[in-house]
Every structure is written in C-alpha cells, then in structure tokens.
C-alpha cells in the first residue's frame, strides 16, 4: 500500500469534505455533516479501499453485483456500509441484499420484492432508494430510473417490505442540462413522497461533476468517485 497513493487520497477527500461543507453551509446554512459522502469505489482494488477506510470513510458505492459482493467478502473485516447504486437485475436483487446497507436504484416493483425477499434470506434491513428517472418530459437520456409517476406505487410496496426501509429518491441529472434544474426536480418528488412517508427524507444526488449543485439542492448522500480517487482505470 503505497504512502503515495495514501496521500493523494487522502488530500482529495479532504478537499471534497470542504466543498460539501461550504455548499451545504452557502444554501441554508445547514452542517455539511449532514451530508452523507458515499466514496465510490466501483473499478478500485480493494487496497484503496483499505486506505479510504483507514482515513475514516464508512460508505462504499459499487454499481456491479460481481464486484461488490467480492470486494464485500474480501473486505468483511473493515467496519463499512455497502452501498448499491448501479442498475439493480432482478435476478442479481436477492444476493445484492446479502451485502448491501443501502440501494440506491431500485427502479421497480419486481427488484423490490426481489430485494426483501433477499434480506428475509440474510434476516438483515436494507435501505432503498428509488431511483427517479430526471430526463425532461418526453426526453429520454437512458441514465436510468423510474419514471416520476410510478414513485407512488413503488413506495408503497417498499413501505410493505418488512426488512426494507424507504429511504427516499435518487437520481442521475441527465447530460445537456444545468446539473441544479434537474435537482429540483428530484427534490419536488422527495417533497411529495414525503407527504406520503414522513420519514423518507433522503436524496441521494450529485456526483464529482456536480456534487456541489446537488448539495445546495438538497441532497443528504452525495456519490462521488473520481473527485477522490482520481480517473477510473476502466469503464465504469
Ligand atoms: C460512477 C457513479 C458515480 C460516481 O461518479 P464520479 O463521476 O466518478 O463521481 C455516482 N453515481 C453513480 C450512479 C455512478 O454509477
């Protein structure tokens, strides 16, 4: 584990903290702290992982299920919360419930049920995020998500999920628009949800291109990759 790469990751964690703090405290003066940095870590071998978790970071994001339920048996002995924010198939939900603390893109009735069903397995809670699909009516930017008028029904069925805890919304502004205006949006559908579930108050929003926007929007959990552990080896 090289002190170099420590140190480098080190200095970029330090300095996204203060641009989540001052964003927070530049829009309603609410703590940074209140914002949940999750580092994804999707693409990363498992030695920076031990680096971030030495340097205090307690929430991974990983967006494939291979990946991350590797890097979660290899890793079971660092004190972390997995979270999953890729694409949820419904035939990978169940197992994905077997590691992850959080899921941030469930898109659908069908992975829903998967998911409780998986969690029932594992006798563990599992947070759930909806994903909401922020392209502009009639626009579709394949970036994922439910579409806004199926939140209701989908909440619903989570809400009935004995091991599964509505968390709130999540979503990925689309390219080719300000990152804020697609913020609102998502947070007038957080506004809504809440209405209906009190306690579903979280947005997850924002990544290392716009993280700050999506703070002064709003957003309880931001997910930020190459901002902290720089450009990403290979796709993902
Ligand atoms: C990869 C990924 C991120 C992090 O992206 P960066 O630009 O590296 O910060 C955030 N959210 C999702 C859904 C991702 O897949």
Known sequence: MSDQRRDTIAANLVAVRARVEAAAASSDGRPGSGVT???????WPAS?????????????????????????ANLADLDVRWHFIGQ?????????????AA??????VRVARRLDAGAQQGSRMVDCFIQVS??????????????????????DVIAGCRLLRLAGVM?????????????????AVS????????????ISAGMS????????????????GSAVLGRRPSLG
Do not use: C, M, W
């Not at 991974?60 to 979660?72: L, S």
């Not at 579409?147 to 029904?153: I, S």
């Not at 979503?171 to 947070?187: I, K």
């Not at 809440?194 to 579903?200: C, Q």
């Open 48 to 72: 920076d992982l031990r680096i971030l978790s030495d340097l205090g970071v307690r929430d991974f994001g990983e967006n494939r299920h291979q990946e991350a339920a590797e890097k979660a």
């Open 171 to 187: 979503g990925v502004a689309p390219l080719g628009e300000e990152a804020s205006a697609a913020y609102d949006r998502l947070v």
């Open 209 to 224: 291109g716009d993280f700050e926007a999506a703070v002064r929007a709003g957003a309880t959990h931001v997910r930020v």
């Open 103 to 108: 899921v941030h893109s469930v898109d659908s």
């Open 191 to 202: 506004r809504q949800l809440e209405l209906e579930h009190p306690l579903a108050r979280g």
């Open 134 to 155: 922020l392209d502009p009516a009639g626009a579709s930017s394949g970036r994922g998500g439910a579409a806004v008028e199926t939140v209701p029904e989908i909440a």
């Open 37 to 43: 940095l999750v580092v994804v870590t999707k693409t």
């Open 88 to 100: 949820v198939q419904s035939n990978k939900a169940s197992r994905i419930a077997g590691y992850a």
